[in-house]
């Protein structure tokens, strides 16, 4: 339920507006709503960390606004709150008006929705699956460049789920797409809440099945094979794709036997996956 702060409520503060977050000195701020001058602001409550409540305060504060990503490395309930947050002040944003018969809508004092008074028409946030996979051949694990990453790191394959398909077409589908790869063995591992925009990251792990790597060149700028114990440059640990790496690793290892070292990759500076 939104409320008007005094200045004496306290908790983590994850003031959003246009995708951005409030970062002031980089970090998520903490406390009294009085020590970040957020008196008079309306906030709503939508979670707990470490036994403090998540404030959620809709407002662009001009100055310190940022990327969720710089807060990826911190821990991943605090991260998912924040991304949280930050859907959903994107949410509210956008269904201001209902998009149905064009009147005003009001926030639901009972749920996440906007509800609409003239035709009653109800809305939810919205979540856009997608699908992340590692692919493994033998020793090697595929992985790639692609065109929205900075730094030169590689990761492995990603895509969103399309109307009518399965999680395991999309795989399959995605990796076809993006290097003309076949796969098999398709296994599901985990999934991330993924705020960029409002996605939700269903991990897998699959086998290689044939083709050669011929990278989609308007998504992928460099795709190859690379030995568990040769690894490029990778994205950052607290990452889905980064577990993903890992487990590979892991596998490949456990393969080999006990004798053979571990991975020699670098860890990213910056935090795309």
């Not at 906007?114 to 997608?130: G, K, M, S």
């Not at 409002?198 to 083709?211: C, I, K, Q, R």
Request: glycine share 10%; charged share 20%; aromatic share 10%.
């Amino acid at each position: 339920m939104e409320q008007e702060l005094s200045g004496s409520e306290h908790g983590w503060w994850i003031v959003s507006q246009n995708g951005k977050l409030w970062l002031p000195k980089g970090e998520l701020p903490f406390g009294l709503a009085s020590t970040w001058t957020l008196q008079g602001f309306k906030a709503t409550p939508i979670g707990e960390w470490e036994g403090a409540t998540a404030w959620l305060v809709r407002h662009n504060m001009t100055r310190d606004m940022g990327s969720v990503r710089q807060i990826i490395d911190q821990d991943a309930g605090l991260f998912q709150l924040a991304g949280r947050g930050i859907q959903l002040a994107e949410f509210y944003r956008a269904h201001e008006f209902c998009g149905y018969c064009g009147h005003t809508m009001r926030v639901s004092s009972k749920e996440w929705a906007c509800l609409c008074d003239h035709c009653h028409e109800r809305y939810y946030p919205q979540i856009a699956p997608c699908i992340i996979v590692a692919i493994r051949r033998g020793d090697e694990i595929l992985l790639a460049q692609h065109t929205r990453h900075r730094g030169g790191i590689y990761t492995v394959l990603a895509g969103f789920v399309e109307v009518g398909e399965t999680l395991e077409q999309t795989v399959a589908r995605e990796v076809m797409e993006e290097t003309r790869v076949k796969v098999k063995n398709v296994r599901y591992v985990t999934s991330q809440p993924w705020p960029f925009p409002h996605s939700l990251m269903m991990a897998f792990m699959a086998e290689y099945d044939g083709g050669d790597i011929t990278p989609d060149h308007s998504e992928i700028l460099d795709a190859g094979w690379y030995r568990y114990d040769a690894l490029p440059l990778l994205p950052p640990p607290g990452t889905v794709a980064r577990r993903l790496i890992e487990d590979t690793v892991a596998l490949c290892r456990a393969d080999q036997g006990p004798t053979e070292q571990g991975p020699t990759d670098r860890d990213a500076d910056n935090t795309m996956l």
